[in-house]
């Protein structure tokens, strides 16, 4: 896996105090994307046993609320699986921490895959420049969605995503 950035005491991309790892690679290329940069899965800085080391530093520090992960897609296929290593590493060292993820692709097609156990708040949806809103809390778009991931995994049917307090708003 490669990244960006790691971004510390960040208060925009999810609940309280967090620290932010933007990975690189997303197949979207949303137009009007924030981040662009952060397309080619080839770019950016190998992920290695010091930016790790930088996260827990920061994860150790008892204000920091948990961590999200962005980018880039960080469900792209040249990060699914070290992303999902690493997020199960980070909730067995941290269990009460909030794992929060953002992706382009939309929760009825990935909700079976094998790391959303380990997330608490997904966002989901492609970010639509038509439907932009700087007035949305923690996402881009009206289309996009802030899933409770644990409420909807418990549900009987998963498929219909319970959405997290702040998506109302």
Not at 29 to 56: M, R, V, Y
Not at 88 to 107: N, R
Not at 138 to 148: A, E, L, P, T
């Amino acid at each position: 896996m490669r990244y960006h950035n790691i971004t510390k005491d960040d208060m925009l991309n999810g609940d309280g105090l967090r620290v932010v790892l933007w990975v690189s690679g997303c197949s979207h290329c949303c137009k009007e994307c924030h981040n662009p940069i952060t397309w080619d899965p080839a770019g950016g800085i190998l992920f290695d046993d010091s930016a790790k080391q930088e996260i827990f530093e920061q994860l150790d520090k008892p204000y920091i609320s948990g961590i999200t992960f962005s980018g880039g897609d960080p469900l792209h296929a040249a990060n699914r699986l070290d992303v999902r290593n690493f997020i199960t590493e980070i909730k067995e060292k941290y269990p009460d921490k909030t794992i929060w993820l953002y992706t382009g692709d939309s929760w009825e097609n990935i909700m079976h895959y094998s790391i959303m156990p380990y997330i608490d708040v997904l966002v989901d949806g492609e970010f639509q420049i038509d439907k932009k809103d700087n007035k949305l809390l923690w996402k881009g778009s009206s289309n996009q969605r802030v899933i409770d991931v644990k409420k909807t995994l418990r549900q009987t049917d998963p498929s219909v995503p319970v959405l997290h307090c702040a998506d109302y708003a």
